[in-house]
């Protein structure tokens, strides 16, 4: 399976979510720019902010959609049509509620989870079929406090583990662009 060349990170725009738990995605992507110098810039082409790195000596884009995280899908379809990537070629970097605060997994095809950015990107392609970084931000314990929950911020011990979810999956980047998905994997899927 080839590596990673297009990431992506899902989260909704402005100043009033940034510090929210759906925006776990968005943490993740900005995090690993500043990590790699990455300058994102807007480009209306792609719906999106996005900036290109170098990782092993492998170019990667990086992307942030423009648009609510319900039409996350408009961006990650113009990205990979624009820089021919392939679905299999892309990961995705979202919250996930049925995940403890602070866990993070690495995940190959499948649904949405009622994840509405992964809901979107699949409308789109047609399918499932690309790689997911689900950062766990817990759950409420009731579905009808799952919206607040979601759109809300997460106390300081939370956002604590959250973050040290994303410094976790920052260090598996190389490896994810270089094709070592189960190497990966069981980096992540063993930290305690």
Request: no cysteine; net charge positive; charged share 25%.
């Amino acid at each position: 399976m080839n590596g990673i060349r297009l990431i992506v990170g899902l989260g909704n725009p402005g100043g009033e979510y940034s510090r929210t738990r759906h925006n776990a995605g968005f943490w993740f992507l900005d995090a690993l720019a500043t990590e790699l110098g990455a300058r994102l810039g807007t480009d209306s082409k792609l719906h999106a902010e996005n900036g290109k790195v170098i990782v092993g000596g492998q170019p990667v884009w990086l992307l942030k959609p423009g648009a609510f995280m319900n039409r996350s899908g408009l961006a990650v379809t113009a990205a990979q049509r624009y820089f021919k990537i392939a679905p299999e070629e892309t990961l995705v970097a979202h919250d996930d509620l049925d995940l403890p605060t602070g866990t993070v997994r690495l995940k190959f095809d499948g649904g949405h989870g009622g994840q509405n950015g992964l809901r979107d990107i699949i409308a789109q392609l047609g399918h499932g079929q690309f790689h997911r970084l689900r950062l766990g931000i817990g759950h409420p314990g009731h579905k009808d406090q799952v919206t607040p929950w979601v759109l809300g911020r997460p106390g300081q011990d939370d956002e604590k583990r959250i973050r040290g979810a994303v410094e976790r999956a920052l260090q598996e980047v190389p490896a994810l662009v270089s094709g070592e998905f189960e190497r990966a994997m069981r980096q992540l899927h063993s930290a305690k």
